[in-house]
């Protein structure tokens, strides 16, 4: 069966029946416009082509909710476009839907989101590919300040036909706990794993980490979130005569975001992604970062 049949598939089992719907919100939504610059899209290492290039990001995020009287029920639909300036046809688009479940102090949701012709390259020419991916988790609350989750999300990835040896199913689990430092700071902790199995065994990878994060909302208009996050893999199946023998990876990144509302719905979407690459495989060591400015506006 196919990823994206699958996933069609899981959300229908979380329909909730027309009958049991006592209350429904008014559909709510966001969409937003960003410009900004990526400085080495490849995210590569000396050696090794890695140009810059501006970015137009255009996003549209809409939901709906129903209280059945006990639980209430979220819908969500969602849908992106990145436009690349400076590398031959790496624009790409992406869509998402989900349902979301809570009951008391449990969450749980489960979601479905396709990226199509991303782009990444190991020799500086662009390789493409199909990314689906199936996600859920469970979250729950001990109290006013903590709360726990579990995430699991599977990926297909799906690749050229010349470059078939890379596709794999990856499996990723984190576990998060949160606690409020205040009204208005939070503080998230998790652990990181994961597993991809790819067709050709010099693309299969094992991995773990974690990430500390921290959010906060000064007032009603401004809400930020910054993240670090480190990510040890190893690729313990390739031969020895494959560059990815005995290869070891360190990613760290660091992310940023800064949403400010300066007229009732109209606001200031500023984001910051860096991340740097320490690799056994000397291409592999890099660092990259993506910076991104615009307007959104919520309805």
């Given at each position: 069966?196919?990823?994206?049949?699958?996933?069609?598939?899981?959300?229908?089992?979380?329909?909730?029946?027309?009958?049991?719907?006592?209350?429904?919100?008014?559909?709510?939504?966001?969409?937003?416009?960003?410009?900004?610059?990526?400085?080495?899209?490849?995210?590569?290492?000396?050696?090794?082509?890695?140009p810059?290039?501006?970015?137009?990001?255009?996003?549209?995020?809409?939901?709906?909710?129903?209280?059945?009287?006990?639980?209430?029920?979220?819908?969500?639909?969602?849908?992106?476009?990145?436009?690349?300036?400076?590398?031959?046809?790496?624009?790409?688009?992406?869509f998402?839907?989900?349902?979301?479940?809570?009951?008391?102090?449990?969450?749980?949701?489960?979601?479905?989101?396709?990226?199509?012709n991303?782009v990444?390259?190991?020799?500086?020419?662009?390789?493409?590919f199909?990314?689906?991916?199936?996600?859920f988790?469970?979250?729950?609350?001990?109290?006013?300040?903590?709360?726990?989750?579990?995430?699991?999300?599977?990926?297909d990835?799906?690749?050229?036909?010349?470059?078939d040896?890379?596709?794999?199913?990856?499996?990723?689990?984190?576990?998060?706990?949160?606690?409020?430092?205040?009204?208005?700071?939070?503080?998230?902790?998790?652990?990181?794993?994961?597993?991809?199995?790819?067709?050709?065994?010099?693309?299969?990878?094992?991995?773990?980490?974690?990430?500390?994060?921290?959010?906060?909302?000064?007032?009603?208009?401004t809400?930020?979130?910054?993240?670090?996050?480190?990510?040890?893999?190893?690729?313990?199946?390739?031969?020895?005569?494959?560059?990815?023998?005995?290869?070891?990876?360190?990613?760290?990144?660091?992310?940023?975001?800064?949403?400010?509302?300066?007229?009732?719905?109209?606001?200031?979407?500023?984001?910051?992604?860096?991340?740097?690459?320490?690799?056994?495989?000397?291409?592999?060591?890099?660092?990259?970062?993506?910076?991104?400015?615009?307007?959104?506006?919520?309805?």
């Amino acid at each position: 069966m196919s990823r994206i049949r699958l996933g069609i598939l899981l959300l229908a089992t979380l329909a909730v029946p027309a009958s049991t719907l006592v209350e429904s919100e008014p559909w709510q939504g966001e969409v937003g416009l960003l410009y900004g610059n990526h400085d080495n899209f490849f995210f590569r290492g000396a050696g090794s082509p890695a140009p810059s290039s501006d970015l137009v990001t255009g996003y549209l995020r809409l939901e709906k909710t129903w209280d059945t009287g006990r639980s209430d029920w979220t819908f969500e639909l969602g849908a992106d476009a990145v436009a690349v300036a400076d590398v031959d046809a790496a624009d790409y688009e992406g869509f998402e839907l989900g349902v979301e479940y809570k009951r008391g102090r449990a969450k749980a949701a489960l979601g479905y989101s396709a990226l199509l012709n991303r782009v990444f390259s190991e020799s500086g020419e662009a390789i493409f590919f199909d990314q689906a991916t199936i996600d859920f988790w469970w979250r729950y609350s001990l109290g006013e300040r903590w709360w726990i989750r579990a995430r699991f999300k599977s990926e297909d990835w799906d690749f050229d036909l010349l470059e078939d040896d890379r596709d794999a199913d990856v499996g990723k689990l984190s576990l998060t706990a949160r606690f409020a430092a205040t009204k208005k700071l939070g503080i998230r902790v998790s652990y990181l794993a994961e597993d991809r199995d790819a067709i050709g065994p010099a693309n299969n990878r094992t991995g773990d980490g974690f990430e500390l994060a921290f959010e906060g909302a000064p007032n009603e208009q401004t809400t930020w979130f910054l993240r670090f996050r480190s990510r040890d893999r190893d690729y313990e199946d390739a031969a020895p005569d494959d560059r990815n023998f005995r290869r070891s990876d360190t990613t760290d990144e660091i992310n940023f975001n800064l949403r400010w509302t300066f007229v009732r719905q109209l606001g200031l979407y500023v984001r910051n992604n860096y991340r740097s690459g320490d690799s056994t495989r000397v291409d592999r060591n890099y660092t990259g970062n993506v910076v991104e400015a615009g307007l959104f506006y919520s309805f």
